[in-house]
Nanobody, 123 residues
Framework: EVQLVESGGGLVQPGGSLRLSCAAS????????MMWLRQAPGKELEWVST????????IYANSVKGRFTISRDNAKNMVYLQLNSLSPEDTAMYYC????????????????RGRGTQVTVSS
């Protein structure tokens, strides 16, 4: 059974930081690019970031570039998203996901997706 389990969300003040984690099981983790998506209330699913299989090539949406950092640990089947300089516009449910291939893309149509972790940025 494929499982992607996100954690690390919460309530943070504007300008604050959070680190999201995703634990993967039941997939060939080291063979797949991994991504983070997010969805704010009343809005469409938005691609945030993707990292390649080696962990050396990340790509980011313009809206988060310079503030968020994606990383992965293939030995632990984990992928992370460091969120810095958060603003209320970053409030959303954040999902760990994969297209089940090694393609580095900004897709919002993954094959696998976790249940999400809520990030709320508010004073």
């Amino acid at each position: 059974e494929v499982q992607l389990v996100e954690s690390g969300g919460g309530l943070v003040q504007p300008g604050g930081s959070l680190r999201l984690s995703c634990a993967a099981s039941g997939i060939s983790f080291s063979r797949f690019a991994m991504m983070w998506l997010r969805q704010a209330p009343g809005k469409e699913l938005e691609w945030v970031s993707t990292i390649d299989t080696s962990g050396k090539i990340p790509i980011y949406a313009n809206s988060v570039k310079g503030r968020f950092t994606i990383s992965r640990d293939n030995a632990k089947n984990m992928v992370y998203l460091q969120l810095n300089s958060l603003s209320p516009e970053d409030t959303a449910m954040y999902y760990c996901a994969s297209r089940a291939d090694a393609v580095i893309t900004s897709s919002t149509r993954p094959v696998y997706r976790g249940r999400g972790t809520q990030v709320t940025v508010s004073s």
